[in-house]
């Protein structure tokens, strides 16, 4: 795969997320003393392609997988994603430089900037003749931002979960027809 460095642009047209060779993420420090990771089974994203690219996409928040179904009833609760009240989350963007995605993430009915490191790969011709591009990444954001605060006081004094959640996106894009 090549890096798309030198260029800013990713080829022109219309691009989906497929799913099978892609996921979204997250992280977030517990106790101080490791890392819970999570993924969104359901999601799709979107990729403008040309002189300004831009990315979009939405995940299902309840969705939400740790591997551990008491968290992620936790998770689903008013305390965290509030499925009930806001069954998805939303994120938009742009291509601001080679290595840089700048958007919106709207969690919670909250709306903040968000930047993220971005990898661009490609483009790519599968063996299926599907024209290909792909984007990894990377970004951290306050959960309180989005009015996320639930946590416990630890013994120590510390606290049971950092504020600072990563998000994760590995994205294989297929040029549309």
Sequence with gaps: MSTIEAQRTIPAGKYAADRAHSSVEFTIAHMDISTIRGSFLTFEASLDGGDQP???GVIETGSADTHDETRDGHLKSPDFFDVERFPTASFSGSLVAPDRVAGELTLRGVTRPVEMTATVTGPAVDPWGNDRVGIELEGS????????????????????????????ASLSFVKQA
């Design 54 to 56: 831009h990315i979009s």
């Design 141 to 168: 954001v306050d959960r309180h931002d989005f009015g996320v605060s639930w946590n416990i006081d630890l013994p120590n004094g510390g606290k049971l979960l950092d504020d600072t959640v990563t998000l994760i």
